[in-house]
């Protein structure tokens, strides 16, 4: 495993955190893997912050088009605020979400420049190695692929109620390993589960290296990151699938 990556960003969990994690997600259906690369967590943290990040601003809109954080930049600000007026206008009711994302997969096809460390973590995600870690946490032998994005939470941005469901791209569990180190409950940008009423059941700060684990679906959303947060809210996020996804 050390081989794909910094030798530094290896798994290291204990066999008693791993143990209470996957007593824990088999009772509640999610659960958290404290500290899961050690150290290894500030160099991908690192490398998230790395100038000229190919981000993309992403909310459902009528073009159903991601746009380029750098093609927002240069606007004028009243064209920038439009657009996050237009994300707002559609999460009084319903599913909306806002935030700035970098999808490994397609990044790496398209020869983006990205630090190497994020492609190699995808690989990572994607060894036997992992995928057994992923399977004995689970206890679900049908994982068989890991997709995964960067996520970067600005203030104002934020993710609505949803449950993750989408039979068409097997997805058996979603994954948000957290990478915003010292980040504060009141900044916002929390997980949070939600039951059948709309009540917040559960709730799960960004805890610096920790590797959150949910089963799919279940109802969860993203709290607004609030104007005087520290600093974006960064994570990995993914899901674990049953096969990879038909191109």
Do not use: C
Not at 24 to 30: D, I, P, S, V
Not at 193 to 210: K, M, N, Q, R
């Amino acid at each position: 495993m050390s081989g794909l990556l910094d030798p530094a960003l290896k798994l290291a969990v204990g066999e008693g955190d791993f143990a209470a994690a996957s007593e824990r997600l088999a009772r509640t259906g999610r659960t958290r893997v404290p500290g899961l690369f050690g150290a290894g967590a500030e160099a991908l943290h690192a490398a998230i912050l790395a100038p000229d990040q190919p981000w993309v601003r992403t909310f459902l809109n009528p073009l159903g088009a991601d746009i380029p954080v750098a093609t927002l930049d240069a606007s004028s600000p009243e064209d920038q605020d439009h657009v996050t007026q237009q994300a707002y206008a559609g999460a009084t009711g319903g599913l909306q979400f806002l935030f700035d994302r970098l999808r490994l997969g397609p990044a790496r096809e398209a020869g983006m420049a990205t630090p190497q460390i994020l492609f190699d973590l995808l690989d990572l995600f994607n060894t036997e190695v992992f995928l057994d870690f992923a399977r004995r946490l689970t206890g679900d032998d049908r994982i068989a692929f890991s997709d995964g994005q960067v996520t970067r939470y600005l203030p104002g941005h934020f993710l609505n109620r949803h449950s993750d469901a989408n039979p068409k791209t097997e997805r058996l569990y979603a994954y948000v390993l957290n990478l915003s180190p010292g980040w504060r409950a009141e900044w916002g940008g929390l997980l949070q589960f939600l039951d059948e009423g709309g009540d917040i059941t559960e709730t799960f700060v960004p805890s610096f290296g920790a590797l959150n684990v949910f089963a799919v679906p279940q109802m969860h959303a993203v709290s607004t990151v609030a104007p005087f947060a520290g600093g974006p809210r960064y994570s990995v996020t993914g899901w674990w699938r049953a096969k990879p996804l038909e191109r």
